[in-house]
């Protein structure tokens, strides 16, 4: 059975960097058939899906365009995890994010983790 | 970008009814969609792929169709457990997208 278990701060101040980690069970994050990525919703953007890594003999990362000058997505394999980081955070980033598991590399996403709900206040 | 526009946004029904949700893309998407179901303070759960595959453990009355830009779920005998929000998600482009919701509420 998958698991993630997502892990990190609720409140960050503007202009910092929020950071999140997901801890995979039940599967590799070095997997060479599923992706690993990040979703967040909020009441004014709906669900948005903000970006990925994956490894298929080297590692690979996609990322919105919306959030592409702010984003870095991490796996780590010592520890079976990858981390969110979005730098320079405003409160239109105030959301719950989620990790997820993409099984096939199809960007369907069948894992999910439980949320996390950052908002973005000083 | 494609905009996936779904249809209610709210439904009530009754339980033992049948559901029936829209989803519309703005160009065609190939049967490249996915609807999933997400209950209050929880994650969505993937209930079906490429338009009418059901995910694994899924129940049978959950059911999809569709091609072009226009998608349907069915839910063809409400149990009191699928009184949710639903979602559409297209990966025919990036980004892949989602829609709005449908909310499914009891009458």
């Known amino acids: 059975q998958v698991q993630l278990q997502q892990s990190g701060p609720g409140l960050v101040q503007p202009s910092q960097t929020l950071s999140l980690t997901c801890a995979i069970s039940g599967d590799s994050v070095a997997s060479n058939s599923a992706t690993w990525t990040w979703i967040r919703q909020s009441p004014s953007r709906g669900l948005e899906w903000l970006g990925r890594?994956?490894?298929?003999?080297?590692?690979?990362?996609d990322y919105a365009v919306s959030v592409k000058s702010r984003i870095t997505i991490n796996p780590d394999t010592s520890k079976n995890q990858f981390s969110l980081q979005l730098n320079s955070v405003t409160p239109e980033d105030t959301a719950v994010y989620y990790c997820?598991?993409?099984?096939?590399?199809?960007?369907?996403?069948?894992?999910w983790g439980q949320g996390t709900l950052v908002t973005v206040s000083s | 970008e494609i905009v996936l526009t779904q249809s209610p946004a709210t439904l009530s029904l009754s339980p033992g009814e049948r559901a029936t949700l829209s989803c519309r893309a703005s160009?065609?998407?190939?049967?490249?969609l996915a609807w999933y179901q997400q209950k209050p303070g929880q994650a969505p759960r993937l209930l079906i792929y490429?338009?009418?595959n059901r995910a694994t453990g899924i129940p049978a009355r959950f059911s999809g169709s569709g091609s072009g830009t226009d998608y349907t779920l069915t839910v063809s005998s409400l149990e009191p457990e699928d009184f949710a929000v639903y979602y559409c998600?297209?990966?025919?482009?990036?980004?892949?997208?989602f829609g709005q919701g449908t909310r499914l509420e009891i009458k």
């Open positions: 160009q065609r998407i190939s049967s490249y």
């Open positions: 998600q297209q990966r025919s482009n990036w980004p892949i997208t």
């Open positions: 997820a598991r993409d099984l096939t590399g199809q960007n369907y996403f069948d894992y």
């Open positions: 490429d338009a009418s």
């Open positions: 890594t994956y490894y298929r003999s080297k590692w690979y990362n």
